[in-house]
């Protein structure tokens, strides 16, 4: 066949999924059978946000200065609220995808970037739409309108058929829920007054419900959602509520359960009810919490303090150049006063999939 009468359009996406397929990275996690991940797409808070916000001028919730990333390749700052890595970048470099996941709002970004995965993620945000609001980040709606502009591109790419085969095939990720506890409800107690705990975490299973299914609608399939943390027992929750001896707090906690049950009921409500649907619950409380506590078993020397600063009160633009650092952030827990260090990202990550990736089959 003359090669000169194929459309330029085929040829140029046949080489992008030439390239999707060999940029393939060498993963840690053994995949179970039958199971093919083509991207990572992940929305979120500042737990997986990797430089959303670094362009958005009128939110607090943006670290694209030293001393984060420190530990990051060339110890470049690049909004990633921690050290190093992020849970969004382990995930797709132990799924063997790639080295880092970059965020959709990064100038840098290439159409190559596109089919294997990004990242939609905005710190301060959370499923209850005042929570974005308060920390002027990116609502999980407006984290949706990336979404819809992404399919757009990746349309534009491969075609609708292999758009939405990536859509389907590929691994989303959800992780919110921690901002709306400790900050819009406990914190600023901006919707105390309008609830208890209980209607208030019914408000946030409801509204992540709503999400769920509108990504579903979009063309997701495989949804993993990650629990609330084990929030009581950040560094800075402790300073504030701990009293002298920095204990845990435990409405936080408390909170956090009731959340986490809730959100595990709804998701296996939406598998029944949604056709071809891989909602999984995705449990962090329990494997975090076992760090915090017993962090000497894991080789951690400090729990309840965070590397930068006092490490008790300092994240986001209050760790910053002025601060100083631990020496060795591998002893510590916690990088700032709400973020683990990548160490423990990386005690976390591979075990979490390893035990739910069969669940997306």
Request: hydrophobic share 40%; with cysteine; charged share 20%.
């Amino acid at each position: 066949m003359d090669r000169s009468l194929i459309p330029s359009s085929v040829v140029l996406r046949l080489m992008l999924v030439l390239t999707m397929v060999c940029w393939k990275t060498k993963g840690a996690v053994e995949l179970p059978p039958n199971l093919w991940v083509p991207a990572v797409l992940v929305f979120g808070d500042s737990i997986m946000d990797t430089g959303n916000n670094n362009n958005n001028t009128q939110t607090l919730a943006k670290c694209n200065f030293p001393p984060y990333g420190r530990d990051f390749q060339g110890g470049i700052p690049t909004g990633r609220f921690g050290n190093g890595k992020v849970p969004s970048d382990l995930i797709a470099e132990e799924l063997g995808i790639k080295d880092l996941l970059p965020a959709y709002f990064d100038p840098n970004l290439q159409p190559n970037d596109l089919l294997t995965g990004v990242c939609f993620a905005s710190g301060g945000s959370g499923y209850d739409p005042l929570t974005s609001k308060m920390a002027t980040a990116i609502s999980l709606s407006g984290q949706i309108d990336m979404f819809r502009e992404y399919i757009r591109k990746l349309e534009g790419l491969v075609g609708e058929d292999r758009t939405k085969f990536i859509l389907a095939n590929s691994i989303v990720l959800v992780v919110e829920g921690s901002n709306d506890i400790s900050n819009t409800y406990f914190l600023s107690h901006a919707r105390e007054v309008q609830y208890d705990i209980p209607t208030y975490t019914d408000l946030m299973v409801s509204s992540a419900a709503s999400f769920f299914k509108e990504i579903y609608q979009l063309g997701a399939r495989r949804i993993g959602v990650l629990s609330a943390p084990p929030i009581g027992c950040v560094p800075f929750q402790r300073t504030i509520l701990g009293g002298i001896v920095r204990k845990c707090a435990e409405k936080y906690n408390d909170a956090a359960k009731l959340f986490n049950d809730k959100l595990e009921k709804e998701l296996a409500s939406l598998n029944r009810n949604l056709p071809n649907a891989r909602m999984v619950y995705l449990d962090v409380y329990s494997p975090l919490l076992d760090i915090i506590v017993n962090y000497q078993n894991y080789g951690f020397k400090v729990g309840d303090r965070g590397c930068c600063g006092t490490g008790k009160i300092e994240s986001a633009v209050f760790c910053n150049p002025l601060d100083t650092t631990c020496q060795n952030v591998g002893d510590y827990v916690f990088w700032d006063s709400f973020h683990p260090s990548e160490n423990v990202y990386r005690k976390l990550v591979p075990p979490i999939l390893q035990k739910y990736l069969y669940q997306f089959i």
